[in-house]
């Protein structure tokens, strides 16, 4: 019996593919909208706090104690909440999907919004619930029974996680208040360094156990297709962005495995602390080697960008007013 495509109801094919933590598994691969998923089920691993330990742990890298995990997610948040948050958000209802230890919710607070989050795994929901004071579901349906409704919606890398995406965002789509918006980032299924480096260490590192859905640009554009059947009233943006540097990517060809630096999820600091070594120096032969470096890494990313290979999709859903 075949079976068929999560998104545009097609048949796919299936074939073997290693993951990070070495084991093998079928995957499904849908040629028409190029989409990725696996049929098995992951909620008991997420439940069960596991997902460090397949997404980090199996891969040879430290999963970080909770205060340097919401320590570093807090600073990431920040530049979520400089890039997507304006002044019209301020004192409206924000809700992040797979929201963790609450770090950008807490962000968002302080920016002035309302926040709420979904959390799947109950010790995160906890300490987002009773530490930080600010409401925390295991899935949406609680929101929709209190019939609250978000300027905007967050997730990002959650969707890799989610089973039956299209009636995921339906639901999603009835919370959001009129001309409110959701904003999604996830992994690239068409990564440059899986598919154009064909870097081996990094295309066995890249199927993750937890994760059961990986997305394309047009996986995404199927997705939001399927949305407008029944949804006429949304516009969406749909793009990639490169996150991690040109030296990352040489870390991976010589190395053959990530660099065991938690810091920052979906990009690196390579090309800053590059230039922080000639850049501390204003002779003018660094100040040279820093534009080099600078330049090279911009044009790098640009072009990757331009493909549509960059290793994240950025996904942008607004809802538009009656």
């Known amino acids: 019996m075949s079976t068929l495509c999560w998104l545009c109801n097609q048949e796919t094919l299936s074939k073997s593919v290693q993951l990070r933590s070495k084991k093998e598994a079928l995957i499904q691969y849908c040629g028409s909208c190029h989409f990725e998923f696996f049929s098995h089920e992951n909620k008991s691993l997420l439940i069960g706090d ?35 948050l304006t002044k019209e958000d301020i004192g409206k209802n924000i809700l992040e999907i797979g929201c963790s230890w609450g770090y950008f919710l807490k962000a968002v607070r302080e920016f002035g919004a309302v926040p709420y989050g979904v959390e799947i795994n109950p ?20 929101y929709h029974s209190s019939a609250i409704k978000f300027k905007k919606i967050f997730s990002f890398y959650c969707l890799e996680y989610i089973k039956n995406p299209i009636d995921f965002f339906k639901r999603l789509f009835d919370l959001l208040e009129d001309g409110g918006e959701m904003i999604f980032i996830t992994p690239n299924l068409d990564d440059v360094l899986k598919d154009i480096w064909k870097n081996k260490g990094y295309q066995d590192f890249f199927y993750d156990e937890c994760a059961i859905a990986y ?86 990313r640009k072009v990757i960008e331009g493909n549509d290979l960059g290793n994240q999709i950025i996904m942008r859903i607004q809802k538009n007013d009656l």
């Open 123 to 142: 010790v995160r929901a906890s300490y987002v619930a009773e530490n930080l004071n600010i409401r925390c579901e295991a899935d949406i349906e609680k």
């Open 215 to 300: 997305y394309s640009s047009q996986a995404v554009k199927s997705l939001v297709h399927v949305l407008k059947k029944e949804h006429d009233d949304l516009k969406e943006t749909i793009y990639t962005q490169q996150g991690y540097s040109f030296y990352n990517h040489l870390h991976w060809y010589f190395n053959q495995k990530p660099i065991n630096n938690n810091s920052l999820v979906g990009g690196d600091h390579l090309s800053e602390d590059l230039r922080q070594v000639f850049g501390a120096k204003k002779d003018k032969i660094s100040l040279e080697l820093v534009k080099i470096i600078d330049d090279f890494d911009v044009q790098y």
């Open 50 to 84: 596991q997902l460090d330990k397949t997404r980090l742990q199996s891969a040879g890298l430290d999963i970080p104690k909770q205060e340097k995990d919401f320590e570093n997610g807090y600073k990431q948040s920040q530049s979520y909440i400089q890039e997507y």
